[in-house]
Structure formats: structure tokens, C-alpha cells
């Protein structure tokens, strides 16, 4: 059985009176890495510095580990690695300086434990070389390192990928997984790149105007789609399935359509037909997360 990693329950932020986040709650557990999905405002930032205790909830509850970021908050943190708003490195440094000045702050952290992270974000080649010299890639990977050394159970990520090309952000997300797998890490993950999110996660929460407006697996998420029906009919097969199955379903161009679990799709067919509808055609389109994402966040305006 999984043990749970983190635990976001009820929380609420005001500054200044104004309410930021609005009462979210949002789990993780053992070996998952979730997808923090958001508009700019939408609360990720604020939410990510209270889970790592840069800032207090107004209420609500967050564990690490089952222990409390607010009475609990050196045990809390003894679990956490982060790589939040870019690595903090000293660039006139090696690499392998930086994560040798950063281990001799922390307790039991042997050279063969700093060898392993570097061997893990893949900078054995060049973790002797100072730092200036480094990519945007590097610096990521390196900052990944550091957040790695001290072999935390939860690593928070906030846009661990910005500046990077497309093969950079391949293998940074290949060295996600990898660490999950051989691991068994958990991670939070806050992204602009939500193609990067579908391909890397294994649950979502999505936020706006501080609000969780869903939390789910990836697998069910893609598991909806578009559906198209023409029917001889559509106005009585739109008011039949809004009825029986709660459906929302618009008609556009003469076509019913609307978002259904494709799973649904056999049953729905096989009631318009009992009901006395002719099914002309039926056409699927499965949304990305992507779309999906935009489809939730369209109706939720930031204020």
C-alpha cells in the first residue's frame, strides 16, 4: 500500500484581507509525480511557497510525511528537496564545489552520496567545470542535484524546464521518471508546458482564481472526448441524453456534441436508436490535456 507523501487539505491564503487561495486541498502519494496546472495568478506560486513554509497558510493543513509544515516544520522539511524560481549556484564554483559546500551544511552526506546525484541528472562530464560555463540545462540539472543530495521523499518543482530546447526538456523529463522509477521519489511539478505534464504525469490538479478546479488522474482525463453525433433529430437526442445522463451537450452546424467518457459511447448509441433517433454518423476526438485544460479554465476568469 502507498504511504501518502504530501497532503493539502482545506487550505485558504489571504494577503491584505483579499482571499488567494480559496480552501484547496490535493494529495500525493508514494511514487507519483502530480501535475500543478494553473494560469498566471491562478495561486500555483503562492501554494508551492507554503508547501516548502516560505509563506503560512490563513488555514487548512499541509503534511510532509505526515508531519505538519506548521508544528512540525524541520521534520516536515527533512523530506523535501526543491528547485523553485531557478537554482541558487555560485558560478566562480565547479559544480562538484557547489554540491560539496552545500553537503558540509547538511549531516551524513558522504562523497559517494554527492557522486550519485551527479551520476543521476547526468553531469558527470562536467561537473568539474565552474559553473559560468555552464547552460541553462546545466544550471537546471545541477540545481536538481542540490535538491536531490540530501535523498528527499517529495521533490517540488516549479517550471523546472524554462530555457531549455526541446531535447533538453526530453531528457529532464526522462531523468524525472528514472528517479520515480529506481527511487521511488514523489513529485510536484508546476508547468506552463502541459504537453510535458501529460508525458510526464500521473495525476493533475489544475487551479484558477485559487480554486482546485479538478483533481484527477491523467488516464481518466484522456479517457474523455469530443463526441459527434448526426442524428435525424438533434434536438431531441440533445434533450434524451441531457435527461438520462446528465449529459452536457451543445448542437452546432445541425451536429450534437459535447465532452463524454468514451466508454459511454455504446450505451448512448444504443438509447437514441431504442428512443427512435437515426444515427447518421458518430465521430470521436480525443482532447489532449491541453484541451482539456482550456475547456476547464475558459469559465474561470481570474479576478
Given amino acids: 500500500m502507498m504511504s501518502r507523501v504530501l497532503k493539502v487539505n482545506n487550505v485558504t491564503k489571504y494577503i491584505e484581507k483579499k482571499e488567494i487561495i480559496k ?18 495568478g491562478a495561486g500555483k506560486s503562492t501554494t508551492l511557497r507554503m508547501i516548502v513554509g516560505l509563506s503560512k497558510p490563513s488555514s487548512g493543513t499541509i503534511e510532509i510525511c505526515g508531519a505538519s509544515i506548521s508544528t512540525q516544520y524541520i521534520k516536515a522539511m527533512e523530506n523535501v528537496g526543491c528547485l523553485i524560481e531557478g537554482p541558487d549556484l555560485y558560478n566562480f564554483a565547479t559544480g562538484m564545489k557547489n554540491l560539496e559546500m552545500l553537503s558540509a551544511m547538511s549531516k551524513n552526506i558522504s562523497k559517494e552520496d554527492i557522486l550519485e546525484v551527479v ?28 535538491a536531490l543530495i540530501h535523498k528527499p521523499k517529495l521533490l517540488i518543482l516549479d517550471e523546472p524546464t524554462n530555457g531549455f530546447d526541446p ?41 484558477n482564481d485559487g480554486l482546485i478546479i479538478k483533481n484527477a488522474k491523467v488516464s481518466d482525463l484522456l479517457s474523455s472526448g469530443t463526441i459527434y453525433w448526426v442524428l435525424d433529430d438533434p434536438l431531441k437526442g440533445q434533450t434524451l441524453l441531457k435527461e ?16 463524454i467518457d468514451l466508454e459511454k ?38 479576478t
Fill in 23 to 40: 480552501g484547496i486541498s490535493f494529495n500525493i502519494e508514494e511514487g507519483e509525480i502530480l501535475g500543478f496546472l494553473g494560469p498566471n
Fill in 119 to 146: 551520476r543521476l541528472v547526468g553531469l558527470e562530464n562536467r561537473i568539474n567545470d565552474k559553473v559560468s560555463t555552464y547552460s541553462m540545462g546545466m544550471r537546471q540539472r545541477l540545481g536538481l542535484a542540490q
Fill in 167 to 207: 531535447q533538453g526538456i526530453f531528457e529532464f523529463r526522462e531523468i524525472i521518471k528514472d528517479l520515480v522509477r529506481h527511487k521511488n521519489i514523489s513529485v510536484l511539478i508546476s508547468s506552463h508546458l502541459i504537453s510535458e505534464i501529460q508525458l510526464m504525469c500521473d495525476k493533475v490538479s489544475i487551479i
Fill in 244 to 259: 438520462k445522463y446528465k449529459a452536457d451537450l451543445k448542437i452546432e452546424n445541425n451536429e450534437l456534441m459535447g465532452n
Fill in 265 to 302: 459511447i455504446e450505451e448512448m448509441n444504443k438509447y437514441l436508436i431504442d428512443e427512435g433517433i437515426k444515427l447518421k454518423y458518430v465521430g470521436i476526438k480525443s482532447l489532449t490535456l491541453e484541451e482539456l485544460f482550456l475547456n476547464l479554465t475558459e469559465h474561470h476568469h481570474i
